[in-house]
Nanobody
Framework: QVQLVESGGGLVQAGGSLRLSCAAS????????MAWFRQAPGKEREFVAR????????YYTDSVKGRFTISRDNAKKTVYLQMNSLKPEDTAVYFC?????????????????WGQGTQVTVSS
C-alpha cells in the first residue's frame, strides 16, 4: 500500500510562489506515475500536472503551463510542484496522486493512491 503526504501549502499574494512536496512511503516509488490535482470549493477535482516514472515525460493542464513545474526525486521518494506567478484562481486544495499504470490519463478515477491534500490560497 502506498501512502502519500503533501506539504508546503499556505497563503501567498498574487504573483508569489510556493513549492509543494509529496512524500511517498510503501510500494515502489520509481514504478509510480505521479500527478498533482486540485479542487476548488464547489468545483470538481481537476488535473494539474503529471510526471512519468523516470521524469522524462511531463504534462500540464493549459492553465498552469509556464508557471508550474513538476519534478521528482526517486531516491527521496518525493514529487514536487513548484508554483510561480500564482493567481487567485489557483486557490484550491492540492492533492498528490499516484498509480502504477504506465500511461494514466487525466481523470482522478485513474489514480489509485491519494494524499490528504494541502491548502493553497492566493490573495489578490
Amino acid at each position: 500500500q502506498v501512502q502519500l503526504v503533501e506539504s508546503g501549502g499556505g497563503l501567498v499574494q498574487a504573483g508569489g510562489s510556493l513549492r509543494l512536496s509529496c512524500a511517498a512511503s510503501g510500494g515502489t516509488f520509481s514504478f509510480l506515475v505521479m500527478a498533482w490535482f486540485r479542487q476548488a470549493p464547489g468545483k470538481e477535482r481537476e488535473f494539474v500536472a503529471r510526471i512519468s516514472r523516470s521524469g522524462d515525460n511531463i504534462y500540464y493542464t493549459d492553465s498552469v503551463k509556464g508557471r508550474f513545474t513538476i519534478s521528482r526525486d526517486n531516491a527521496k521518494k518525493t514529487v514536487y510542484l513548484q508554483m510561480n506567478s500564482l493567481k487567485p484562481e489557483d486557490t484550491a486544495v492540492y492533492f498528490c496522486a499516484a498509480v502504477y499504470r504506465s500511461v494514466p490519463g487525466y481523470s482522478p478515477n485513474e489514480y489509485a493512491y491519494w494524499g490528504q491534500g494541502t491548502q493553497v490560497t492566493v490573495s489578490s
